[in-house]
């Protein structure tokens, strides 16, 4: 690892470095005609160790900026999403977290028919897995079509975080990883449950 | 009108190749994502960049990189008489387009797909220059934003009257009808990205007053290097770093 200016700041266009002794990560990019790594954020330097399974043993150079980007929903992470509309074949939602961040604006994500469990999933019927206003956790299959995230929860520890009763409006308690039950009621909703 | 006096001084005391006194502040629209504010001399312009953020108008959507936007407009007030239409009229149209051509061009905007770069730039005082002053403040904004970019771009424009080159036109001498030309330009990449000029000049003096232009693009870049890592510094004390 370098020590000699290691954490010195650097604003765009600063040559880092040959492309040779190391990487280029956040921040950085490299030119392949001269070989030369720069920096395209203004920030501080620092370096990262490569990981040792991998082939490439250079060192990567990042450089972080004062400013936070709101974060964005990568395939395989977890989030938690808020469902919006629940129709026929799939049920949309609102991306509000990514993994343990919040977003700063939302994301559309969709939960198809085939993704909501692992088993039996043709015999899935949506209105029994979500409705409208639930939390869910799911991960992100992919990034989609442009509308929207495809998200999945086909796991036992994804489906309905929490979820209020139709009626009266309290947060219901999961009793079964298919039911959940309104205290103030005794009403019992079926739900696809997250095992928590 | 003596643009050069038997000294070798212009009309507000500088040599040819001398440059106005540059001015830059960072973080001035709080509400945005990065801003600044960028003097040269009387010139003072603002700029404010929004992004990325989700694109407005999904029919623009581009899925493999960003979609930069530019708008450049004119205070009332920025002028000694007042404007009749500060924004939309061809000028501000042909400007706005210059200036989003060049940041696009510098922007690395494969790294934030089907997102929107906003860059609104307004005049607040007009002495010359305006262009160039626009692209150093747009600059300083997207780099307080912490959008990734090739290299930081500079501007200056350079001229030539009485047979001499002049640095850093203000408004009374490039409204002496000569050549006024404007270079937008990478320091530490030694990149061209802007070329523009006014009325006319003989095809072997443009290559000297080009040069002239980018050595005061080279003298920018400099001082908005120090003004950004100042800014940086500032913000990691403040931050307890």
Known sequence: MKTKDEERMVTPGEILGKASEMRPGRGAYAVAETGDVYASLTGRLSWLPPRPDSPDQRPIVEITGHKAHGVVPEPGSIVIARVKKVMAKMASADIMCVD??????????????????????????????????????????????????????????????????????????????????CPLSGQIEPRKVAKV | MEYLSPEGLRLDGRRPMEMRQLRAEIGVVPKADGSAVFEMGNTKVIAAVYGPREVENKTHQMNDQALVRCEYSMANFSTGDRTRKPKGDRRSTEISLVIRQTMEACIITHLLPRSQIDIFVQVLQADGGTRSACINAATLALSDAGIPMHDLVTSCSAGYLKSTPFLDLNYVEDSAGGPDVTVGFLPKLDKVTLLQMDSKLPIGILEEVMLLAIEGCKAVAGYIREVLLENTKQLEYRRGG
């Open chain 1, 100 to 181: 343990e961040k919040s977003v700063r604006e939302k994301f559309t994500g969709i939960i198809r028919q085939q993704d909501v469990r692992a088993t039996e999933i043709d015999k899935v019927d949506i209105h029994s897995s979500f409705r409208a206003g639930d939390i869910v956790r799911a991960s992100v299959l992919s990034l989609g079509d442009a509308r929207a995230y495809y998200l999945s929860t086909a796991k036992n520890e994804l489906g309905v975080v929490s979820a209020a009763e139709s009626t009266t409006g309290a947060t219901m308690i999961p009793i079964s990883w298919t039911e959940m039950q």
